[in-house]
T-cell receptor, first 112, second 114 residues
């Protein structure tokens, strides 16, 4: 079955460093991947979408890569701040499908 | 422009009961999707409504049903509640049913089944 895997262990980093989160997929050829931020007790907030024919996408301090050979997406936050602390979700869907499959998310904790 | 709203915020029900959750989509959006998010898990797709018709369904039993109204607001109904139905129920709206459209999530309804 299709699987989206994210590291279940929390990522702890110091303020100012770059946070890198990983999303791996198996039994799947997604046409695109999305990254969301979710704060406790809140709904996810869309951050970035990257398509299978794009290697990299940037938005301000955020960068996403999509490697179809490794079946992996990396999500980077540069110059991280304590306000970046949240759970980050990866979601994937096939072309033409409106049904995304979400990973369980990775918690990021940025220490001042 | 108002965002996606959901009601109620919290709900406690007992096993076997029925529940209705409500969602108002963002202004201008005609597509609503519902998700179930168990504690520590990612959201799981329940179904999507596009212009009042069900437009896709995830792996959920028929006791999960929905409606979309002419103003594009939506309801999620769950019959014969089970303990495992305890979760955060999220509604997300988008401009239309295109898979590349950004989804805007509401704050969710926390359902507890005792």
């Amino acid at each position: 079955s299709q699987k989206i895997e994210q590291n279940s262990e929390a990522l702890n980093i110091q303020e100012g460093k770059t946070a890198t989160l990983t999303c791996n997929y198996t039994n799947y050829s997604p046409a695109y991947l999305q990254w969301y931020r979710q704060d406790p007790g809140r709904g996810p907030v869309f951050l970035l979408l990257i398509r299978e024919n794009e290697k990299e996408k940037r938005k301000e301090r955020l960068k996403v890569t999509f490697d179809t050979t490794l079946k992996q997406s990396l999500f980077h936050i540069t110059a991280s701040q304590p306000a970046d602390s949240a759970t980050y979700l990866c979601a994937a869907a096939s072309g033409g499908s409106y049904i995304p499959t979400f990973g369980r998310g990775t918690s990021l904790i940025v220490h001042p | 422009e108002t965002g996606v709203t959901q009601s109620p915020t919290h709900l406690i029900k007992t096993r076997g009961q029925q529940v209705t959750l409500r969602c108002s989509s963002q202004s201008g959006h005609n597509t609503v999707s519902w998700y179930q998010q168990a504690l520590g898990q990612g959201p799981q797709f329940i179904f999507q409504y596009y212009r009042e018709e069900e437009n896709g369904r995830g792996n959920f039993p028929p006791r999960f049903s929905g409606l979309q109204f002419p103003n594009y607001s939506s309801e999620l109904n769950v019959n014969a509640l089970e303990l495992d139905d305890s979760a955060l129920y999220l509604c997300a709206s988008s401009l239309d049913s295109s898979s590349y459209n950004e989804q805007f999530f509401g704050p969710g309804t926390r359902l507890t089944v005792l």
